[in-house]
T-cell receptor, first 112, second 112 residues
Framework: GQNIDQPTEMTATEGAIVQINCTYQTSGFNGLFWYQQHAGEAPTFLSYNVLDGLEEKGRFSSFLSRSKGYSYLLLKELQMKDSASYLCAVPENAGNNRKLIWGLGTSLAVNP | ETGVTQSPTHLIKTRGQQVTLRCSSQSGHNTVSWYQQALGQGPQFIFQYYREEENGRGNFPPRFSGLQFPNYSSELNVNALELDDSALYLC???????????FGNGTRLTVT
């Protein structure tokens, strides 16, 4: 079956760097998504990793290791507005992105 | 570019009633996915429509049904509402079944 694990909560300081980890188990693999969700709002797309390695996109970077079933989202120069839930998701089946399996999300609190 | 829009934003229904939620996809997107998100949980896949045909379904009973129209907008219908159906219902559109999802702001449904 499929399973995704993320830490439930994290706290960091404004201006710092934080790494949010995600481990997954799937019957096949077809990429891993990261989404950001502010309280009461819809998730917004952050990144999609298919190949191993680090992909940088401004202050946010995402890393994938397929052999380890592991990904992380790296947030640099944290701002107060980065306080949100960060959701890791993988497609249920290889070659088929119809159904995403989601982690419960990591609630990040950025303090001044 | 118009994003994904959902209506209504909030809705209160009584157990046993029926509800229809609506979604307009982002311009150029031909695929719509519906998710149910309970408080503190990740989104749960309900179903996906691609070019007016159902293209995958999650573990939801038949009283959850949907439609996609020629302009790629979509409806989610829920019959015989139960208290546990109270949740945030998210619509997401994408360029295709294998593309990142872009979410609407959701419809908050409360069943009393």
């Amino acid at each position: 079956g499929q399973n995704i694990d993320q830490p439930t909560e994290m706290t960091a300081t404004e201006g710092a760097i934080v790494q949010i980890n995600c481990t997954y188990q799937t019957s096949g693999f077809n990429g891993l998504f990261w989404y950001q969700q502010h309280a009461g709002e819809a998730p917004t797309f952050l990144s999609y990793n298919v190949l191993d390695g680090l992909e940088e996109k401004g202050r946010f970077s995402s890393f994938l290791s397929r052999s380890k079933g592991y990904s992380y989202l790296l947030l640099k120069e944290l701002q107060m507005k980065d306080s949100a839930s960060y959701l890791c998701a993988v497609p249920e089946n290889a070659g088929n992105n119809r159904k995403l399996i989601w982690g419960l999300g990591t609630s990040l609190a950025v303090n001044p | 570019e118009t994003g994904v829009t959902q209506s209504p934003t909030h809705l209160i229904k009584t157990r046993g009633q029926q509800v229809t939620l609506r979604c307009s996809s982002q311009s150029g997107h031909n695929t719509v996915s519906w998710y149910q998100q309970a408080l503190g949980q990740g989104p749960q896949f309900i179903f996906q429509y691609y070019r007016e045909e159902e293209n995958g379904r999650g573990n939801f009973p038949p009283r959850f049904s949907g439609l996609q129209f020629p302009n790629y907008s979509s409806e989610l219908n829920v019959n015989a509402l139960e208290l546990d159906d109270s949740a945030l219902y998210l619509c997401a559109s994408s360029l295709g079944p294998n593309s990142p999802l872009h979410f609407g702001n959701g419809t908050r449904l409360t069943v009393t």
